[in-house]
């Protein structure tokens, strides 16, 4: 076990179920995750940044495919994760639910005042929060890359090559 008293996990452990009050630790210590969402006949997924407000994610975004497919009738999830380098710990945290418009004038004043900046430049008039029905999380240890990874040089080649 860690000095900061999170459980660590090892290689008999494989993989630690994170309980609510840690996830949203975790989403608040980072501001980029991945957006899945249904668009048309297929799912999409999309980087944003993001806010964790009030045990809701809030995220802005311009007009099309992706306000779009986010605030229709079809839920949504929104995954987020990081890597301690110096342990080799890391976690993955994904929020499901149901993502809207944030419409309400004081809502509006109030989002705003998250400080939310895009990280893509153009104007990103919408904000869109996400509800959450689950919010879901694991920690684990990363494997050396020596046991996973293989050197090209090394793989079997196609019949092309």
């Given at each position: 076990m860690s000095t900061d008293s999170k459980p660590e996990p090892d290689a008999s452990q494989g993989v630690e179920n994170l309980d609510s009050n840690e996830c949203w630790?975790?989403?608040?210590?980072?501001s980029v995750g991945r957006l899945a969402v249904w668009v048309d006949d297929h799912p999409d997924i999309f980087p944003v940044n993001y806010?964790?407000?009030?045990?809701?994610?809030?995220?802005?975004?311009?007009?099309?495919?992706?306000?779009?497919?986010?605030?229709?009738?079809?839920?949504?999830?929104?995954?987020?994760?990081?890597?301690?380098?110096?342990?080799?710990?890391?976690?993955?945290?994904?929020?499901?639910?149901?993502?809207?418009p944030v419409r309400n004038p004081q809502e509006v004043l109030d989002t705003v005042g998250l400080l939310l900046f895009p990280w893509q430049g153009g104007t990103k008039e919408h904000f869109v929060r996400i509800s959450p029905d689950?919010?879901?999380?694991?920690?684990?240890?990363?494997?050396?890359?020596?046991?996973?990874w293989t050197p090209?040089?090394?793989a079997t080649r196609s019949a092309d090559e």
């Open positions: 630790r975790l989403l608040r210590s980072v806010k964790v407000d009030h045990g809701t994610l809030v995220f802005r975004t311009a007009e099309g495919t992706k306000l779009q497919s986010a605030t229709g009738d079809t839920p949504v999830a929104m995954e987020a994760d990081g890597v301690d380098t110096d342990t080799g710990i890391a976690w993955s945290v994904v929020v499901k639910g149901q993502a809207a689950t919010v879901t999380g694991r920690r684990f240890k990363v494997t050396p890359p020596l046991t996973w090209l040089d090394d």
